[in-house]
């Protein structure tokens, strides 16, 4: 369950990212009531086995059961799983099945159980905009030359990395081992981590439209205090 939000006195609207049908919404009925079954199944970042039916932009649950396997996150893990939710509620269109992009989501929440790290957000955020057709070019630059490890970047969306004549003379300047160890989704040299997070910030501001994510947000917040 990626989101859910209280529909009537006693329903919920959820949304949910399947294997096999992408992000569909489904009416809850009676979810909110004290003694509803639901109430302790329909949680975020747990895999269930699902079944719905109906016609229309939001379908009716049938049933749900809890498959287990999945250990409840906490803390920064907690966050970061918010923030995965955050980006397929804004980047993946409904009804638009994506199964290596479940796998890849249901492989970083096992990660994130273990322990939060920056690494494993950088290579989904990486497999979000892949399967979502906006893959990067990251070992060859925009004229189709081999990036260099030792030379500069400004990556271009839509175009890809453009070499730069001075490292300082864009915004957006990232080395050419950033973006070799983007590719491999290496990020033992934290160097390579904090460009990566950057740029990664730039491309998902550009394709939510400059939109806000709460969970970015909050996170910011409490680590401010």
């Not at 915004?171 to 989704?185: K, M, N």
């Amino acid at each position: 369950m990626l989101h859910a939000y209280p529909y009537s006195e006693t329903s919920l609207i959820v949304d949910v990212f399947s294997r096999d049908f992408g992000r569909v919404a489904l009416l809850a009925r009676g979810a909110r009531r004290p003694r509803s079954l639901l109430r302790g199944i329909l949680l975020a970042f747990q895999p269930l086995e699902l079944g719905w039916a109906g016609k229309g932009e939001v379908q009716t649950l049938m049933k749900a059961e809890w498959q287990g396997g999945q250990p409840l996150l906490s803390g920064r893990s907690l966050f970061c799983g918010y923030y995965l939710n955050e980006l397929l509620m804004h980047l993946l269109p409904r009804e638009d099945a994506h199964a290596r992009l479940f796998l890849a989501y249901a492989e970083t929440l096992r990660r994130l159980a273990d322990s939060a790290q920056e690494s494993d957000l950088r290579c989904f955020e990486r497999a979000l905009l892949q399967e979502l057709g906006y893959g990067l070019l990251l070992e060859r630059d925009a004229n189709g030359l081999a990036v260099e490890v030792d030379a500069y970047y400004a990556y271009e969306i839509e175009r890809g990395p453009v070499r730069l004549l001075q490292p300082g003379s864009s915004p957006l300047a990232v080395s050419g081992r950033t973006l070799i160890d983007l590719a491999r989704d290496d990020f033992s040299d934290p160097r390579s981590l904090g460009e990566a997070k950057q740029l990664m910030r730039t491309l998902i501001g550009h394709y939510t439209g400059g939109r806000s994510l709460t969970s970015r947000r909050i996170f910011k917040e409490l680590q401010e205090l």
